[in-house]
């Protein structure tokens, strides 16, 4: 535990700098190199490619985590406004990650805290689906049911629920492409049912998208909602962008661990992925605290869970976690870090928090 008062001195301070696992509040980690890399109004891009030759429309994966079935309408739209009428196949190129990742941590669970990344992606690699007289229907009025979503009618048996799309990478693939497909044809387009994997063509860009929500406005439901899918999409992004190699998850702990250390001359930490799966991720309430010094910037990204308290939890087995700012009567920002080796609830980690500043 370690909390600093309004004029930067420790006011409280046990174990502080004891490793401990630190569950989601890896996700601070993430949010911080990726602010510091790419800035708050930062908006990732993806292009699009028409091989005329074989009328295939070709998509290059920039691992964008942020394209939910509104901003795949726009994408159909625009590309039908740029003169896409009739194609054959869609085509993707998912070479900017390694295929079938696996995240450190990561479970087999169909629950979409286990979806797993990929280059390409639709609605965080996730279906809101629900089962009505034997029929599989769409859970969001904004999100069509493809072919793959009905292949999964047997492996649900609940009336609304929200899935990953497997551990298949090729599977959430597809997903993307059949919703593309769906609203193209909205749109006016002609589409055939095939869709292929190959590396896009190396001609002239057709149509680049880039995606209407800033990083900041990804960032802040990631920490409010602790996805870990936004979280190891973005370390797999910086560290591909880092090394110009396939994203993988060796890359990501160099990438990660070499930012830091190079930041703040740490030891005795480890990170494994991005959004602290990983029960080998090692962190110290003192480093948890270091960072929130330099994350001030970016404070207003962070949920507020009580009056005055702006934090990101952590919780795994036997392990809970707080980490953030507690903000005075003069609007001082103090940041704090609460690491335990046992279950303690959410509300019970407010209240402790909320003592450290009384």
């Given at each position: 535990m370690l909390f600093i008062d309004a004029q930067g001195k420790t006011a409280i301070s046990r174990q502080a700098k004891t490793a401990f696992i630190p569950a989601s509040t890896t996700k601070l980690i993430t949010a911080w190199l990726a602010l510091n890399h790419w800035g708050e109004a930062h908006h990732?891009?993806?292009n699009f490619y028409l091989d005329s030759?074989?009328?295939?429309?070709?998509?290059?994966?920039?691992?964008?985590?942020?394209?939910?079935?509104?901003?795949?309408?726009?994408?159909?739209?625009?590309?039908?406004?740029?003169?896409?009428?009739?194609?054959?196949?869609?085509g993707l190129d998912?070479?900017?990650?390694?295929?079938?990742?696996?995240?450190p941590g990561s479970g087999l669970s169909n629950n979409p805290y286990d979806a797993i990344p990929t280059a390409i992606a639709a609605n965080f690699n996730t279906l809101a689906i629900?089962?009505?007289?034997?029929?599989?229907?769409?859970?969001?009025?904004?999100?069509?049911?493809?072919?793959?979503?009905?292949?999964?009618?047997?492996?649900?048996?609940?009336?609304?629920?929200?899935?990953?799309?497997?551990?298949?990478?090729?599977?959430?693939?597809?997903?993307?492409a059949?919703?593309?497909?769906?609203?193209?044809?909205?749109?006016?387009?002609?589409?055939?049912?095939?869709?292929?994997?190959?590396?896009?063509?190396?001609?002239?860009?057709f149509y680049a998208h880039v995606n209407s929500k800033s990083l900041g406005n990804i960032i802040q439901p990631m920490l409010k909602y602790s996805t870990n899918f936004i979280a190891n999409q973005l370390v797999l992004m910086l560290s591909a962008q880092n090394?110009?190699?396939?994203?993988?998850?060796?890359?990501?702990?160099?990438y990660m661990e070499k930012s830091l250390g190079k930041q703040f001359n740490w030891d005795n930490f480890v990170m494994k992925d991005g959004a602290g799966l990983?029960?080998?991720?090692?962190?110290s309430p003192e480093q948890l605290v270091q960072l929130l010094n330099i994350f001030k910037p970016?404070?207003?990204?962070?949920?507020?869970?009580?009056?005055?308290?702006?934090?990101?939890?952590?919780?795994?087995?036997?392990?809970s976690t707080l980490a953030g700012y507690i903000v005075d009567s003069r609007q001082q920002w103090q940041p704090f870090a609460l690491m335990m080796n046992q279950s303690v609830t959410h509300r019970r980690r407010y209240f402790m928090a909320g003592e450290l500043g009384n």
């Open positions: 990732f891009s993806t030759t074989t009328k295939t429309l070709w998509i290059k994966g920039s691992g964008d985590p942020f394209l939910v079935s509104e901003e795949i309408a726009k994408i159909a739209a625009n590309l039908v406004r740029s003169g896409l009428q009739d194609i054959d196949a869609i998912v070479s900017l990650f390694e295929t079938n990742l696996v995240v629900r089962k009505l007289a034997g029929k599989i229907l769409s859970s969001e009025s904004q999100t069509p049911v493809t072919a793959f979503a009905q292949s999964l009618k047997e492996q649900i048996s609940a009336r609304t629920t929200r899935i990953n799309t497997g551990r298949s990478s090729h599977d959430a693939e597809r997903y993307f059949e919703l593309l497909a769906i609203f193209l044809s909205r749109n006016g387009a002609t589409v055939g049912e095939r869709i292929v994997w190959g590396n896009a063509p190396r001609q002239k860009v090394y110009q190699r396939p994203a993988n998850y060796s890359d990501v702990q160099l990983s029960r080998e991720n090692r962190l970016w404070k207003h990204l962070l949920p507020e869970v009580r009056a005055g308290l702006y934090a990101k939890s952590g919780t795994l087995r036997q392990v």
